[in-house]
């Protein structure tokens, strides 16, 4: 007898659903696309204990009549293709055929719907067909899954805490507004309504209503087209942007994909106005004919495979760049900086005409200071009066940040430096300095012959090693006179305990301040010069993205505050200047790189100087 048999419809379904079906998450897509398909103009999302005890969908689609109510449920059941013809002319969110069947595998499901005449109640629990009878209901359809995963105990236990899925479902229902504004969402979760929109096709209210003020006062309208694309939707302006890609919303026929090309696109188009390390916000929908695009890639539908691809990336980056441009918006190369230089950076520069290096020039002293408050025993409040700091030192001052920067919350005074002998220290050669070469690179002698200093990637080392040190021991804290506030959404302030595990290390602490939003009171005194507000987004935006370890997202936003207070390339420093930078980046751990990995110090070697000599 033959080992090779047919699996049952069961079995075939459940293997199924562990492809479309991952999490609630995955439930909710399927059944918002049908719903979607069904023509509906108001969807109603509902969960309870994250979607894993229930998840119900609601629209007031075009509904199915009492036979189709019960062959949905069928492996490849679909009425919206018929052919394999069909497959390269897809006009619908859904097509396959799986969705339901496979959720219907792994839950109990209850099917009401009426398509204005039949009025029908079905009921599958694991796959088994327990009932289906007539039931008075509105026209639409509701699908409600209860007990998901509960007889597959393998994939229940890999589901989070029901705050987590909460805000997994929230945050695709957010994406589905963004891509339909005609319809409108509502989101309740455990009988709380936690998102609505409108459904009167702007755009933009539903930015305000997925990311807040800020980015909705600052978008940008783009429309674009070719002989294939049309693109329409908005871009936000690059005073705002994230700390992730993940508000990156790219649209292909209103159908949600993932493809990083076009992310990357969308970044090109940005250019010179993004700062370093940071990712633009844009909701941009692509229409196109729909040979043009294999949505029939992977059962969950979130990966596409597009015709003329290139030619797409380009309409993308030039329609964004103009848009920008026509906006007259300044490269972030003039803006990017959170922080101004202190003006007392005087002009020194090397004349390579000649042998004359300008020496001990002039400074000019800054009008106000920056200050800083390090090792505080108690917390420190603006209105108890000023607080008594030490002068910054030149060149390695970014809102507050000091060389050395060794904050133990001990004592009041300044700590002394590390106590490793300065030989296992000094990695660098020993380096005379002569001046700068053509306002840019510092130009110096060692015994292995001629040194060429970045300093911008120099001080970019320096803060970044002094960041990482102040965030891994926050130190002092200091009451902030008036709170930073975040807008997060209401599933982020239902994981506010888990939001603090992650950013307390850090000196950064969250408080609910209304159902979607948070508050800092709080912070380090060495960041009392900086944009709070920023900070804590940034940390949201780490804190949501789950590749992101705790040191991760340290090291992450320990860069973005050294690239923010790093020189801008072009800076004339002086002899003194200069030596302090090169001391700096003597004590540093690593010298020889920025923070992006980049070389800071470049030798030419004397030898092949000889060899161009001839001699």
């Not at 939707?233 to 790219?250: C, D, E, L, W």
């Not at 972030?332 to 003006?343: D, V």
Request: hydrophobic share 35%; aromatic share 6%; net charge negative.
């Amino acid at each position: 007898m033959g080992r090779i048999h047919q699996l049952d419809a069961q079995t075939a379904n459940m293997i199924a659903a562990g492809e479309v079906v991952e999490r609630p998450r995955g439930v909710a897509k399927e059944l918002i696309e049908n719903a979607i398909d069904a023509g509906s103009t108001q969807i109603v999302i509902s969960a309870v204990k994250g979607g894993c005890e229930k998840l119900t969908v609601r629209d007031n689609g075009c509904g199915m009549d009492a036979s189709d109510a019960t062959a949905c449920f069928g492996r490849h059941a679909t009425s919206k293709i018929h052919s394999q013809n069909d497959l390269w002319n897809i006009h619908t969110m859904g097509f396959r055929g799986e969705a339901l069947p496979s959720i219907a595998s792994v839950s109990r499901v209850t099917l009401v719907t009426s398509d204005g005449n039949d009025c029908t109640r079905t009921v599958i629990e694991y796959g088994k067909l327990v009932k289906a009878e007539p039931y008075p209901c509105d026209q639409g359809t509701e699908i409600s899954v209860e007990g998901l995963f509960y007889r597959t105990p393998a994939r229940l236990k890999h589901l989070r805490s029901a705050a987590y899925e909460t805000s997994l479902i929230q945050d695709l229902v957010m994406r589905f507004a963004m891509g339909h504004p005609d319809i409108s969402f509502v989101m309740q979760s455990d009988g709380r309504e936690t998102f609505r929109t409108s459904g009167d096709g702007n755009l933009q209210e539903v930015l305000f209503q997925c990311w807040g003020r800020e980015p909705a006062e600052n978008s940008l309208e783009l429309k674009a087209s070719d002989y294939d694309y049309t693109i329409s939707g908005y871009i936000i302006k690059p005073t705002v942007t994230r700390a992730s890609r993940n508000f990156m919303q790219i649209f292909l026929n209103g159908r949600m994909v993932h493809t990083f090309r076009l992310y990357s696109a969308v970044q090109e188009g940005y250019g010179g106005y993004l700062p370093a390390d940071r990712y633009p916000m844009a909701v941009l929908d692509v229409e196109m004919d729909p040979h043009l695009v294999d949505v029939n890639v992977h059962p969950s539908k979130w990966e596409v495979r597009l015709s003329k691809e290139n030619q797409l990336e380009y309409l993308l980056q030039d329609s964004i760049r103009a848009t920008l441009e026509n906006n007259h918006l300044e490269k972030a190369a003039h803006t990017q900086r959170t922080a101004k230089m202190p003006s007392y950076y005087a002009q020194t520069s090397m004349d390579l005409s000649g042998t004359t290096v300008e020496e001990n020039q002039e400074r000019t002293v800054p009008e106000e200071p920056s200050v800083d408050v390090q090792g505080e025993k108690s917390v420190q409040t603006l209105e108890d009066g000023p607080v008594h700091e030490p002068a910054p030192q030149p060149l390695n001052t970014y809102s507050g940040m000091e060389h050395p920067a060794v904050p133990d919350g001990s004592n009041t005074e300044t700590p002394a430096a590390p106590s490793e002998p300065e030989e296992e220290r000094s990695l660098l050669p020993d380096i005379v300095l002569l001046g700068q070469l053509r306002d840019r690179w510092l130009i110096g002698t060692c015994e292995k012959g001629i040194a060429l200093i970045d300093p911008r990637r120099a001080q970019a080392r320096i803060l970044y090693e002094q960041a990482c040190q102040r965030l891994s021991l926050p130190g002092a804290m200091m009451e902030l006179l008036v709170p930073a506030t975040v807008q997060c959404g209401d599933a982020m302030v239902q994981r506010l305990e888990d939001l603090n595990h992650f950013s307390a290390p850090m000196g950064i602490v969250f408080e609910a301040f209304g159902h979607d939003t948070l508050r800092i009171r709080q912070v380090p005194v060495w960041m009392k010069d900086m944009n709070i507000n920023q900070i804590g987004t940034d940390l949201i935006d780490a804190f949501q993205d789950e590749k992101l370890s705790v040191t991760d997202a340290r090291d992450s936003l320990a860069r973005r505050l050294a690239y923010g207070g790093a020189m801008n390339n072009g800076k004339k420093l002086s002899m003194d200047e200069m030596k302090e930078l090169l001391r700096g980046l003597n004590e540093c751990r690593n010298p020889w790189n920025d923070p992006a990995g980049r070389p800071v110090l470049v030798i030419l070697d004397a030898r092949d100087v000889a060899r161009e000599f001839g001699s």
